[in-house]
């Protein structure tokens, strides 16, 4: 797709995605580096803010990884990369407090979580056969229905990176108001808290423009057939 025609508009959306990789692997090793006031590891945190809300039967796991932090809400566990699990840094702390703030908007009926989760099969799809469907209807002159389909699904993956942002950027806020509230971080601790989810959110909007660009590049090739 980058050598097709229009392929200069991907360039914001490259450079914001690297600038945005290298600001949260940057902010999330700064913030690794210093060891919260209590010391509890990311397990911990996870567990105190679970239990706190009336969410003992969500567990919580290490998994293999760095940053691979996420929770299932078909298995209702969050899990934790052992890099943040068993460390008792900042960094560890935020980001176990963000998975524990999917577990609370599944447990709160959080709409946009539901929607997100429903779109990812299409999504799926879209990503990886939407460009293809337009290159090949357009370069085998296969006709104009697969092309827009291509772009009907690539539309599917964008709208899918656009229910993202809403949900993580909640998530996040979530994170910061409970750590806030149980103490879990203390003073400058939440400042670098909010770094690390500041920094985290960038590349969900930066990978949600790229995405933009690349429908409105499918939409010129269509145009110009």
Known sequence: ?????GWWLL??????MLWAQSRVQGTYRKWSQFRSQLGMNGAQVARAILDRKGLGHVAVEAVPGELSDHYDPQA??????ESNYYSGSIAAAAVAAHEVGHALQDAGGYAPMFVRASLVPV???????????????LVFNLGGWLVNL????FA????FHLVTLPVEFDASKRALAIVDHLGILQGDERQGARE???????TYIATTL???LQLVQLLMLRDQR
Do not use: E, Q
């Open 150 to 153: 291509g772009i009907v699904l």
């Open 1 to 5: 797709m980058f050598l097709a025609p």
């Open 76 to 81: 209702k566990v969050v899990r934790l990369s």
């Open 210 to 212: 790229y995405a933009l």
């Open 123 to 137: 999504a799926n799809i879209g990503a990886s056969l939407g460009p293809w469907l337009v290159l090949g209807g």
């Open 156 to 159: 599917a993956a964008l709208l």
């Open 196 to 202: 690390v989810l500041t920094a985290a959110a960038w």
């Open 11 to 16: 360039i914001p959306g490259i450079v914001l």
